[in-house]
Each structure stands twice: as structure tokens, then as C-alpha cells.
């Protein structure tokens, strides 16, 4: 996200200005900046709500993390 300068005494416009700035954002590169300590990880696309553990979390967010590096589930760089 770019640099963005907050107003203080115009939340409103502030919040725009931010959310202006959130678009712009490339995905793709943000998620270089991540990386999993086990590149062939078990991809897991859902969390299990009724009893969660810190495994089944930590594969749901690195599965996110390595599809935004992709640009998305069917590209492959």
C-alpha cells in the first residue's frame, strides 16, 4: 500500500483515503514478501470451526498465502 497522509480532523476522509490506498495494493507482490518453512505443506482450504487447532490454521493461511503469490487458484507463477 502506498504512503497515505491522515487528517486527523476528518476521520471520513482519512478512512477513504486509506481504503483508496488498499486497492491499489498488488496482492500478488504483498504475498512475495511471505513464505512457508515447508514448501510442500498439505494445502488446506478450510478451517475446521467446530474444534480448530493451530495446525489446521497455520496450513489454512499459508494455503492463502502461496494462492496470492500465484495471483490466484488456477495460475501457476
Known sequence: MRP???NPHDAVASLR???RA???????????NFSAD???FTRTYQINTTTPTAAN???V????IS?????GLSRTT
Open 38 to 40: 515447508n514448501p510442500s
Open 17 to 19: 483515503e486509506l481504503e
Open 67 to 71: 494462492v496470492m503469490q500465484k495471483g
Open 57 to 59: 490454521l497455520a496450513l
Open 4 to 6: 497515505v497522509t491522515i
Open 61 to 64: 493461511l499459508a494455503t492463502l
Open 22 to 32: 488498499s486497492h491499489e495494493a498488488d496482492l500478488v507482490e504483498i504475498a512475495q
